[in-house]
């Protein structure tokens, strides 16, 4: 089983800076089977990336996804207002499929 | 338009079953998998196993194997999440989420609204 690991917990930061999130699994994940959601408050999260670098429908090209393996990076080139959220990772490419725990990005 | 609608938010006692529904529309119900996420009070999502609908299929990941019952009425198009005797430590948020391509082992793409079930004497 797969256990995705996710930091840092919080990312302090002030709009238009740059955020980067990693993502790093226990194991090597299958044909770069990663994906990223977006989630804010009372919603339901929201597909960013998937195949670890290619953007959902819809997703604004400031959000880019990187890495292979083990190693995985969500890099948001500069941060607008409406950024600040939660971010998950999910490998989806062996069972049981699993998310990370999360980062948090808030305003410094 | 793809979309998936949960029904509404449920409140039950312990012991108590339940079954919640996700009802697709707007593309081939039977052709794409259909999977249930599991979002405790302030906590993270947990992936707790999806369906095929076409041949109704499922796949459970083992924390949720033996708690919970994924299945899927195709005439209606609707997939559900069932109980058979609640505890308080199901209280939670759960989401339906539509597998964004013809193989389990994909993203969710599309995501229903939630439902709550909150679990209490």
């Known amino acids: 089983e797969i256990v995705l690991t996710q930091s840092p917990g919080t990312l302090s930061l002030s709009p238009g800076e740059r955020a980067t999130l990693s993502c790093r699994a226990s194991?090597?994940?299958?044909?770069?089977?990663l994906a990223w959601y977006q989630q804010k408050p009372g919603q339901a999260p929201r597909l960013l990336i998937y195949g670890a670098s290619s953007r959902a429908t819809g997703i604004p090209d400031r959000f880019s996804g990187s890495g292979s393996g083990t190693d995985f990076t969500l890099t948001i080139s500069r941060l607008e207002p409406e950024d600040f959220a939660v971010y998950y990772c999910?490998?989806?490419?062996?069972?049981?499929?699993?998310f990370g725990q999360g980062t948090k990005v808030e305003i410094k | 338009e793809v979309q998936l609608v949960q029904s509404g938010a449920e409140v039950k006692k312990p012991g108590e079953s339940l079954k919640i529904s996700c009802k697709g529309s707007?593309?081939?119900?039977?052709?794409?998998?259909i999977g249930w996420v599991r979002q405790m009070p302030g906590k993270g999502l947990e992936w707790m196993g999806i369906i095929y609908p076409g041949d109704s299929d499922t796949r459970y990941s083992p924390s949720f194997q033996g708690q919970v019952t994924i299945s899927a009425d195709k005439s209606i198009s609707t997939a559900y999440l069932q109980w058979s005797s609640l505890k308080a430590s199901d209280t939670a948020m759960y989401y339906c989420?539509?597998?964004?391509?013809?193989?389990?082992?994909?993203?969710?793409?599309?995501w229903g609204q939630g439902t709550m079930v909150t679990v209490s004497s």
């Open positions: 989420a539509l597998v964004r391509g013809p193989r389990p082992h994909d993203a969710f793409d599309i």
């Open positions: 999910q490998q989806y490419g062996s069972s049981p499929q699993a």
């Open positions: 194991q090597s994940v299958s044909s770069s089977y």
């Open positions: 707007g593309y081939s119900f039977t052709s794409y998998w």
